[in-house]
């Protein structure tokens, strides 16, 4: 099993910055690709942004390209997503989660993190 753990959401104004980051325990050798997801009030969870194993290669939704950073420190197990220029419509509840099969838009999310709420007031 593993184990996903986030942190560093919270409340800010447009235009500030928030970092998140989620710590992967236990199996993490089969963990693959790893990311975040978001939902919103009445709305479906999306992708945002995916990192493989190597940390090569990365990901992003159309709406936070240019804004968003995800990264990947191997030897802490955790991915982090630097995410700039906040917008109110980046309100959500932020879901890391890791995709074994690796693939970095994380299409077969197997394991999810509780989330982490990140408000943006205009």
């Known amino acids: 099993q593993v184990q996903l753990v986030e942190s560093g959401g919270g409340l800010v104004q447009a235009g500030d910055s928030l970092r998140l980051s989620c710590a992967a325990s236990?199996?993490?050798?089969?963990?693959?690709?790893m990311g975040w997801f978001r939902q919103a009030p009445g709305k479906q969870r999306e992708f945002v942004a995916g990192?493989?194993?190597?940390?090569?290669?990365?990901s992003y939704t159309d709406d936070v390209k240019g804004r968003f950073t995800i990264s990947g420190d191997n030897a802490k197990n955790t991915v982090y997503l630097q995410m700039n220029s906040l917008k109110a419509e980046d309100t959500a509840v932020y879901y890391c989660?890791?995709?074994?099969?690796?693939?970095?838009?994380?299409?077969?999310?197997?394991?999810w993190g509780q989330g982490t709420q990140v408000t943006v007031s205009s």
């Open positions: 236990g199996r993490t050798f089969s963990t693959g690709a």
């Open positions: 989660a890791a995709d074994p099969t690796g693939t970095t838009r994380l299409r077969n999310p197997v394991y």
């Open positions: 990192i493989s194993r190597s940390a090569f290669i990365t």
